[in-house]
C-alpha cells in the first residue's frame, strides 16, 4: 500500500524534525533514500538543490515532490498531509499548554539536547552529498583522478563568497549552476 | 475578529503569499509574518508574534506551516487555522507538482544535466555555510554536553548508521533530563 507508505514516511519526517530550515533533509534522506528507495542520492540532491530555488519549506516541497514522483497526485497530496498533521497535533498542544503554563523548562532541555543532534545531522547529510558532488555516483576513492575539480572549484568558491560576502544562497546556486554548467559542457 | 468569508479569504491570500515568497523556508517566515500580521494588517501585537515564533521553533514539522497553524487559529480559530494550513502549503504543493512532472524529462537534457551538477557543488557549499554557522555557535558556548551531542551523533548515526529517529528520541530526552537536573542543582550542563 504505496499510499499508507507515503504517508507514514513524511509523518515521521514532520514528526522528528526540528529546528527549521535544514533540519528535516537529513531525515527526508533517511526515509527516502536509505530505507525506502524512492529516489537516488542524486535525485535526492537535486531535491534539495530545486528546494533551495522555490519557495516553501523543503518538507513540503520534498513530500510533494516524492509523492508526484512515486504515486501521482494523490500520492503528493497523502505525503504532504502526513507531512503537517504532526505539526497541526503538537502545535495545536503545545499553544494550550503554553497559554497554561507559560514557562515550558522541558521543552527548552529538549530543544537544547536536539540542536547539537540536529548540526550533527546536517553535517552528516551534507557530507554524502559532498562526496557525490566531487566523486560521483561511484563513490569515494583515494584515487585523485576521479575527483571532479570543476565541482571543488564550485563549491570552494561558493563557500569563499558565502562567508566573506553573505549574499542570498539562490545567487550561489544559479551562478555554480551556469558557471558549472557551461564548464561541464566545455570540458 | 469576525469570522466572515471576507476575513478568511483575506488569511488565505495573505498566508498564500507570504509562502509563495519565502525562499529557503524556516526562519524566513517570522520576519515576513510579522510585517504582514503586526505592521500591515494589525491583527496581531508584535509580542504575541514574539511567542509564535518561539512556538513554532520548538515545535517538530516545518516553522512556516507551524507559524500559520497558531496564527490562524488566534485569529479565527480553527477554521482559520485549517485555512491558514491551506494557504500555505498550496504554493509549494502547486511549484513541486509541475516541477515534478517534467524532472524526468528535463534531467535526460544534457544541458539541464550539467547545470544541475554545477548547482550540486553550490548548494554544497550553501549546506557546509549553514553548519559552520550553526556549529560554531555550539562549540563557542564551550559548554561540554552539547559538543559531546554532536560528536557523538555524528560517529552513531554517520559510522554507526543508527535510525536517525533513535538518535533523535534519545539526544531530546537526554537535553530534558539534563534540564531537569540543572534546575535541580543550580548549574548550567545544556
Not at chain 1, 32 to 43: A, K, R
Request: contains cysteine; glycine residues 10%.
Amino acid at each position: 500500500m504505496i499510499y499508507l507508505q507515503l504517508f507514514w514516511s513524511f509523518f515521521q519526517i514532520g514528526l522528528f524534525s526540528f529546528g527549521g530550515g535544514f533540519a528535516a533533509m537529513p531525515l527526508i534522506q533517511s526515509q527516502v533514500v536509505d530505507i525506502h528507495g524512492w529516489l537516488t542520492l542524486t535525485e535526492f540532491t537535486d531535491l534539495i538543490t530545486i528546494s533551495e530555488m522555490t519557495p516553501g519549506p523543503i518538507a513540503i516541497n520534498s513530500a510533494t515532490f516524492v509523492g508526484t514522483q512515486i504515486a501521482g497526485l494523490g500520492g503528493a497530496l497523502v505525503s504532504t498531509f502526513g507531512c503537517i498533521l504532526p505539526s497541526c497535533i503538537i502545535v495545536s498542544l503545545l499553544a494550550w499548554l503554553y497559554g497554561k503554563y507559560k514557562e515550558l523548562a522541558v521543552i527548552k532541555g529538549v530543544l537544547a539536547g536536539l540542536r547539537p543532534t540536529v548540526v550533527a545531522l546536517i553535517f552528516s547529510a551534507w557530507l554524502s552529498i559532498l562526496v557525490l558532488s566531487f566523486w560521483g555516483p561511484d563513490g569515494f576513492t583515494w584515487d585523485i583522478s576521479s575527483i571532479d575539480f570543476i565541482a571543488v572549484t564550485l563549491f570552494a568558491a561558493g563557500l569563499f563568497l558565502l562567508q566573506k560576502f553573505k549574499p542570498n544562497p539562490i545567487f550561489i546556486m544559479l551562478g555554480s549552476g551556469v558557471i558549472g554548467g557551461a564548464c561541464y559542457l566545455l570540458f | 475578529m469576525e469570522k466572515n468569508l471576507k476575513n478568511y479569504f483575506k488569511l488565505f491570500k495573505s498566508t498564500f503569499f507570504l509562502s509563495a515568497f519565502t525562499f529557503g523556508g524556516g526562519y524566513v517566515i517570522i520576519p515576513l509574518m510579522k510585517k504582514k500580521f503586526v505592521d500591515e494588517l494589525g491583527w496581531l501585537e508584535e509580542e504575541e508574534m514574539l511567542d509564535m515564533a518561539a512556538m513554532a521553533q520548538s515545535s517538530p514539522g516545518p516553522m512556516a506551516v507551524n507559524a500559520s497553524i497558531l496564527a490562524g487559529w488566534r485569529l479565527m480559530g480553527i477554521f482559520g487555522a485549517l485555512v491558514a494550513i491551506a494557504g500555505t502549503v498550496l504554493p509549494p504543493l502547486i511549484i513541486l507538482s509541475v516541477i515534478s512532472l517534467f524532472y524526468a524529462a528535463f534531467r535526460d537534457n544534457v544541458m539541464v544535466n550539467a547545470v544541475l551538477k554545477g548547482m550540486m557543488a553550490g548548494v554544497c557549499a550553501v549546506i557546509f555555510d549553514v553548519v559552520i554557522t550553526m556549529g560554531g555557535k555550539v562549540i563557542k558556548a564551550k559548554k561540554p554536553l552539547p559538543i559531546l551531542i554532536m560528536t557523538g551523533a555524528f560517529i552513531v548515526y554517520f559510522v554507526l548508521r543508527v535510525n536517525i529517529i533513535y538518535i533523535i528520541l534519545f539526544c531530546g530526552t537526554l537535553g530534558a533530563l539534563m534540564s531537569l537536573h540543572d534546575k535541580k542543582t543550580g548549574r548550567e550542563n545544556v
